[in-house]
């Protein structure tokens, strides 16, 4: 490879190096920002006065009850607010008109039980239901700091319900608790629902 070659590689590693570490520091810097907007959250007796409810199931979600790999870990409890869901239906699946996109004030806060029966929030999501996001005019799924939210949709095929009793939609997680997996992923491998009780 000629002197001039290798430069020119050298260029453009480069430039992808910088191009990652901007979209590294623009994604923590959004996560941050959400973490300052729902600090009031920690309070699980705000998040209630505000109109939350606890998942009725009253279900601490984790990888390996999903059918998933027990690496991925938890999710935690979710404490939903109906009206930002646009909630419409829960039977056969959870079905509703919502295309709320604001991470500042979310429809959906993640809760972790702690050893002393607390509940700490350690993240936060919202939810659109896809018919409706489609309804909407919208051809694509909603980003969040340069990343398309995850598609969930139950496959009938497979033991697992892919969409946690939901219609299909879009959602995305945005983790306070360092995630080894990525803040923006929908599991955690630091949260754990070892100490879920019935009383949360």
Same mark, same amino acid.
């Given at each position: 490879m000629s002197k001039q070659s290798m430069f020119a590689v050298s260029a453009v590693c480069l430039s992808m190096m910088i191009g990652f570490a901007s979209h590294a520091e623009a994604e923590k810097s959004a996560v941050e920002a959400v973490k300052a907007a729902t600090e009031r959250f920690q309070d699980v007796d705000v998040a209630l006065a505000e109109?939350?409810?606890?998942?009725?199931?009253?279900?601490?979600?984790?990888?390996?009850?999903?059918?998933?790999?027990?690496?991925?870990?938890?999710?935690?409890?979710?404490y939903l607010h109906p009206g930002l869901l646009g909630l419409t239906a829960s039977e056969p699946r959870v079905d509703g008109t919502g295309i709320h996109t604001d991470f500042d004030n979310p429809a959906i806060l993640l809760y972790e039980p702690q050893t002393d029966g607390s509940l700490q929030l350690v993240a936060v999501e919202n939810l659109v239901f896809e018919?409706?996001?489609?309804?909407?005019?919208?051809?694509?799924?909603?980003?969040?700091?340069? +990343? @398309?939210?995850?598609?969930? *949709?139950?496959? !009938?095929?497979? =033991?697992?319900?892919?969409?946690?009793?939901?219609?299909?939609?879009?959602?995305?997680?945005?983790?306070? +608790? @360092?995630?080894?997996?990525? *803040?923006?992923? !929908?599991?955690? =491998?630091?949260?754990?629902?070892?100490?879920h009780t019935s009383t949360h």
């Open positions: 109109g939350y409810i606890p998942d009725p199931s009253n279900h601490c979600v984790t990888a390996e009850a999903e059918g998933l790999p027990a690496a991925w870990g938890a999710m935690g409890i979710h018919k409706a996001w489609q309804e909407a005019g919208n051809s694509g799924p909603p980003t969040f700091a340069g +990343r @398309d939210w995850d598609r969930m *949709a139950d496959d !009938p095929n497979t =033991p697992g319900d892919e969409a946690h009793g939901f219609e299909p939609h879009y959602d995305q997680h945005v983790w306070f +608790r @360092d995630n080894p997996l990525g *803040a923006l992923m !929908p599991f955690n =491998p630091a949260v754990t629902c070892e100490h």
